[in-house]
């Protein structure tokens, strides 16, 4: 085809639609050229990835068979991770006795006791035992479909609705990345080349629940959203409950990034050729080892650190007292005025508030200022846990909101530390923090007003 019958094709089209037929009609060419002097014969790989892709990539399947490859992981992970979070919890119960039992030997003082095993101790390894058995089983089946081949699929799948809010298809990638970890999945921002549509990537990724975020999400939606089914059906309404929240934080990605591209981060979006693999059989042992030890090791790590000293600083305040209450319950005092606005409470804002250095540790906290134990308290099961929420005036707008409040809030510590290394500047590590703020402020209380003039509390 030559110029001028491409250029009386493209009167009318836009910029975007020009450049696709001008790209098309290259294709076409070319492979009118090699037909005429290459021969070619195609693998039956080659057959099989064209006929995968034919369903993978389609318009009309590729997004459910998304949604449901989703649904599947987070069903694994929340079937298999109970059992050896409980094995954990109990391990690390158990051995706190001997130290204890240590601590009354050698006469230690009380408050020692309290820092270093009620506080320090019980922190670590409660996020020992929510984080690194879900880790442990999200991380590898996540990277068996990396390893085979699927994660660039969902790219391609996702990329013409990122071109519509003005923002990259990669960032579909950095988005899958932080279900493990926002502040891994903000460095791996840098695979986009344009610097306008990397600051959306990192501005936006905290709407996708990191791992920190996956205890209090899965408790809640156990305890409320799938109180009154069948036990045998429970794991199934959790993760229904589960891919509705991450679809919903998917769709306040489109929006956000939508907004920021017409007014603080104007431009056109840039284009980029996706090179799709061929499938290949996954290395099974490799790959689970390799997320296992290397992901799962790394993230634990990281979050045992920024826990140890937020457990701490909760023991101290909660053993503070000024007057007849602690320095713990004057700040509820001074945040339950708001949160009652967002249909929520004071404890619960000020475990938000002491849970930005590590997520993990948000709902332990919320559990020591509702039971006044001065410590971060471990509850032996979950019916128990769920009578203490209902002590304290809980239904399930409550945890609704919660978990929406979880969703959207600002990004943890060392999520905001790597934004501001990555961008080098305190105003955009500022909205970083402003834009999930709000929106965490504004959509409970939308949620929760609503449920008052419906009449549902």
């Known amino acids: 085809m030559d110029i001028n019958s491409i250029y009386s094709e ?40 064209e006929k995968l892709d034919q369903i993978f990539t389609s318009p009309i399947w590729g997004f459910p068979i998304m949604i449901a490859m989703l649904g599947i992981i987070f069903y694994i992970t929340i079937a298999g991770a109970n059992v050896p979070s409980s ?44 984080m690194l058995p879900p880790m442990a089983i999200f991380f590898p089946t996540f990277a068996l479909l990396e ?14 609705l990122f071109k519509q809010v003005g923002a990259h298809g990669k960032q579909s990638l950095t988005m899958a990345m932080g279900f493990g970890c926002n502040a891994a999945a903000v460095m791996s921002s840098r695979i986009i080349e344009s610097p306008r549509e990397r600051m959306l990537a990192i501005l936006t990724n905290n709407f996708v629940p990191c791992n ?39 769709i306040v990605t489109f929006l956000v990034s939508w907004l920021l591209s017409k007014t603080l981060l104007k431009g056109v979006p840039t284009h980029y050729t996706l090179e799709l ?12 080892v390799r997320s296992s030890l290397t992901k799962s090791w790394t993230v634990l790590v990281r979050a045992v650190k920024v826990a140890a000293p937020a457990a701490v600083l ?4 909660a053993n503070i007292h000024i007057g007849d209450a602690s320095v713990l319950q004057h700040l509820v005092g001074y945040l339950d005025p708001f949160a009652r606005m967002l249909g929520l409470d004071g404890y619960i804002l000020l475990a938000f508030i002491l849970g930005l250095p590590a997520n993990e540790i948000v709902l332990p906290v919320l ?18 846990l769920k009578q203490i929420f209902i002590d304290q005036g809980w239904t399930w707008i409550t945890a609704l909101n919660v978990m929406l409040f979880s969703l959207l809030h600002y990004p943890c510590g060392t999520t905001l530390l790597n934004i501001y290394k990555e961008t080098k500047s305190k105003k955009w590590t500022f909205f970083a923090f402003l834009i999930p703020t709000a929106l965490a402020i504004i959509v409970p209380f939308i949620v929760f007003q609503t449920a008052k003039l419906m009449g549902w509390i």
């Open 147 to 160: 390893n085979y081949g699927y994660l660039p699929r969902v790219a391609f799948n996702m990329d013409r």
């Open 367 to 384: 559990l020591m200022g509702y039971l006044s134990t001065g410590a971060l308290t471990e509850v032996d099961n979950l019916v128990d």
């Open 277 to 288: 693999p061929p499938y290949r059989r996954p290395k099974f042992f490799d790959t689970i």
């Open 87 to 130: 094995l954990l919890a109990s391990f690390f119960s158990y051995i706190e006795g001997y130290i204890t039992a240590f601590f009354n030997a050698v006469n230690a003082p009380d408050w020692l006791h309290g820092v270093l095993v009620l506080g320090l101790y019980r922190g670590s390894t409660w996020v020992i035992s929510v």
């Open 10 to 49: 493209a009167k009318g089209l836009s910029s975007e639609e020009l450049r696709d037929d001008i790209v098309h009609h290259l294709y076409e060419r070319s492979r009118e050229l090699c037909s005429e002097s290459v021969s070619y014969n195609k693998t039956k790989t080659d057959k099989k990835t």
């Open 314 to 317: 909760t023991w101290i305040i």
């Open 212 to 250: 920190g975020r996956w205890g209090t999400l899965i408790v809640l939606a156990s305890l409320f959203m799938a109180a009154n089914v069948a036990s045998g059906l429970k794991p199934l309404v959790t993760t229904a409950v589960l891919v509705g929240l991450v679809l919903f934080g998917i």
